[in-house]
């Protein structure tokens, strides 16, 4: 296992965010991390990358404890938070500053990135757009090859055809060594990249399945009625978008803005339905 | 590769941090300079000359605001949430940030800010020699300098301390606190004199001035360095000598330990 957690609690003063949380993530993964807002997507993000402190034994990353802050943890593992700071200076400085830092920096495949979202290289941080800035940070990312990458809504603030390159780049870049997890609520954006999906509320993980396992459960259809047995119905043009339990075996292709909605709705069917051992 | 000190590894984080330090302190510094400059064409329009004693400490009090404005202006995003996640999430480890603070706030600062102000100067003593009773470089200018240093050094490891403890108007709330703490110690010493008693303490002050050569004003004894080398050998003068000497290194040591501390545990 890459990542393990195992009974975290944390909390910011009296605001519980935690309570015994247990989760193993492996290698060879783009997690998608959802859950409505303030249920702690980020915290986890932060507690992983050692920006906040968890108890030792509770998070293990890649064999470390990420709040020991330790150079060699740190060479394999990169958190991009949604609203990254704008650096001082040129793109190309930035990267070549901070890169030199990384064993698996690639300038060649960083230049390549900023080259597929249309980014100067030696244009100053401060001269780009917000988005601009964002694809900046994501080759940045992207080319620093860590074995472990957290993104924090990589995908908000992008143009809809820089959210496709986005899709591509990720896409080609994970392999069998690789873990990434993304934290998002533009779950439309990322459809076909994420998997596993893992859904947390306050209570902790609701959801934490392949798109496969979820596929063979539940189905989702579009109907003209609502079905009586349906988990989760919305009103769409064209009638109903419904959850249902897949009792027949139908093969149908994951939704994942309903099937999030569905998730919060029944979280106890969910529950009982997607226990992992 | 060590996970505590890693020489290669120190050795580019100074060179990235003295690469951005141009575009973080560099206008400061050269306003610095200007403003030297625009200070001594003006005391010297107004008929006053400039003795290299006179501009030396003027030097000094220039040195001091840079190096007190040097790690709000350098580190100052370290412990922001947003801002100074690139610092902590560098592969780095914390002794190595924390000497690379060092290097660039108490060396390389220091460096380029002297060098400035000293081409400043010569380059005034150059135009208007006359105007300036000397050139500014001489070996009682130099002892200045060398004495005042190491208290600039003291002073600065006080702001960085400050800089990585408080998240916003980091200079103002060290100086807001080094006040308190200013006030804090009168108030001890006021409860400790009363405990003891008054009367105890102007007999053993008494005992200590009896001491002193006759031709030496007092109370000038802890202000003046000047008269603490001549007088060194008196044991009063040794004892508060070795006190301060040893409150200034626990205090910068402090300082540094606490520097230390804050860059491995803030919370982001």
């Known amino acids: ?277 | 590769m060590s996970n505590i000190f890693n020489i290669k590894r120190f050795c580019t984080l100074v060179r990235k941090e003295c690469r951005e330090l141009p575009g973080k302190c560099g206008l400061s510094i050269l306003s610095m300079v200007g403003g030297y400059m625009i200070f001594i064409i003006l005391t010297m329009l107004s008929g006053v000359s400039v003795s290299p004693s006179k501009r030396m400490a003027m030097i000094v009090v220039w040195t001091a605001v840079t190096v007190i404005f040097a790690p709000s202006k350098l580190h100052g995003n370290v412990n922001h949430s947003r801002k100074g996640l690139n610092y902590v999430l560098l592969p780095v480890s914390t002794m190595e940030k924390t000497l690379s603070m060092f290097v660039l706030n108490s060396i390389c600062t220091t460096i380029l800010i002297l060098t400035g102000l000293f081409l400043a100067d010569t380059l005034l003593y150059l135009i208007v020699p006359s105007r300036m009773t000397g050139f500014l470089i001489n070996v009682e200018t130099l002892n200045q300098l060398g004495r005042q240093l190491f208290d600039l050094f003291f002073i600065q490891s006080i702001f960085i301390l400050g800089n990585v403890l408080f998240k916003r108007q980091k200079i103002a709330m060290t100086f807001i606190s080094l006040i308190g703490i200013f006030f804090l110690l009168i108030l001890v010493f006021i409860v400790v004199f009363r405990i003891i008693g008054f009367e105890a303490l102007e007999h053993f002050t008494e005992n200590i001035l009896a001491d002193l050569p006759r031709e030496i004003d007092n109370w000038q004894v802890l202000s003046n360095r000047a008269f603490v080398n001549t007088y060194s050998h008196i044991p009063f003068v040794r004892n508060i000598l070795i006190i301060s000497y040893s409150i200034h290194g626990a205090v910068t040591a402090a300082c540094w330990i606490g520097t230390y501390r804050l860059i491995k545990t803030t919370k982001y």
Request: aromatic share 10%; glycine share 6%; proline share 4%.
């Open chain 1, 1 to 277: 296992m890459m990542i393990q957690i195992r009974d975290l609690s944390f909390s910011y003063s009296k605001n519980k965010v935690f309570t015994g949380l247990n989760m193993s993530l492996e290698e060879g993964n783009v997690y998608g991390l959802l859950g409505q807002n303030g249920v702690g997507k980020t915290t986890l993000l932060k507690l992983m990358s050692g920006l906040l402190r968890s108890e030792k034994d509770t998070c293990d990353v890649n064999g470390f404890h990420p709040y020991k802050r330790q150079p060699a943890f740190f060479q394999d593992i990169f958190f991009l938070p949604e609203e990254p700071a704008c650096p001082l200076g040129s793109v190309a400085h930035f990267a070549d500053n901070n890169g030199s830092f990384y064993p698996g920096f690639n300038k060649e495949q960083f230049l390549a990135c900023l080259d597929r979202f249309e980014i100067k290289p030696k244009k100053r941080f401060k001269d780009l757009s917000a988005g601009q800035q964002k694809k900046a940070h994501i080759s940045y990312a992207l080319s620093l090859n860590t074995r472990i990458l957290l993104l924090d809504e990589p995908s908000n603030g992008m143009d809809i055809p820089s959210k496709s390159i986005f899709r591509s780049i990720v896409a080609g870049l994970i392999n069998e060594e690789r873990l990434m997890i993304i934290s998002t609520h533009q779950v439309r954006d990322l459809e076909n990249l994420i998997d596993p999906i893992i859904i947390l509320d306050q209570s902790g993980v609701l959801l934490y399945a392949s798109i496969e396992e979820i596929a063979a459960r539940v189905c989702f259809l579009t109907a003209h009625d609502k079905y009586p047995e349906a988990l989760y119905a919305e009103e769409t043009p064209l009638g109903y978008s419904l959850v249902k339990a897949n009792t027949e075996g139908i093969d149908t292709k994951v939704n994942l803005e309903t099937l999030f909605n569905a998730v919060l709705m029944h979280k106890e069917w969910f529950r009982d339905h997607f226990k992992r051992g």
